[in-house]
């Protein structure tokens, strides 16, 4: 079992910055390909970003894409995302996942771990 947790969370305001971590305990997750999603209120989960089990693959979201970047540190079990230039449109609860493809995907349904989210909230 892998357990997830986020952190990193909070209240920015538009055009600034946050990272937004991911700590990985009970198995290592440097053979899992790990992704980021979020969730903004009365819609779907959505892919926001996704790594692979090296790091030296990784692959976004339009939205996000220049704007956000993901990285792991498998020494460390921990994965980042850091966000910028941010947007009231990327408001959300943003989740973690391990999933067993060392590449991940961008389905949220393939994925086998997930954390309990940490919340992102953009003001203009």
């Known amino acids: 079992q892998v357990q997830l947790v986020e952190s990193g969370g909070g209240s920015v305001q538009a055009g600034g910055s946050l990272r937004v971590s991911c700590e990985a305990s009970?198995?290592?997750?440097?053979?899992?390909?790990m992704g980021w999603f979020r969730q903004a209120p009365g819609k779907e989960r959505e892919f926001v970003a996704r790594?692979?089990?090296?790091?030296?693959?990784?692959y976004y979201a339009d939205s996000v894409k220049g704007r956000f970047a993901i990285s792991r540190d498998n020494a460390k079990n921990t994965v980042y995302l850091q966000m910028n230039s941010l947007k009231p449109e990327d408001t959300a609860v943003y989740f973690c996942?391990?999933?067993?493809?060392?590449?991940?995907?961008?389905?949220?349904?393939?994925?086998?771990?997930w954390g309990q989210g940490t919340q992102v909230t953009v003001s203009s």
């Open positions: 009970g198995r290592t997750i440097s053979r899992y390909g």
């Open positions: 996942a391990a999933d067993e493809n060392l590449f991940g995907t961008s389905r949220a349904g393939t994925y086998e771990y």
């Open positions: 790594i692979s089990w090296s790091g030296e693959t990784t």
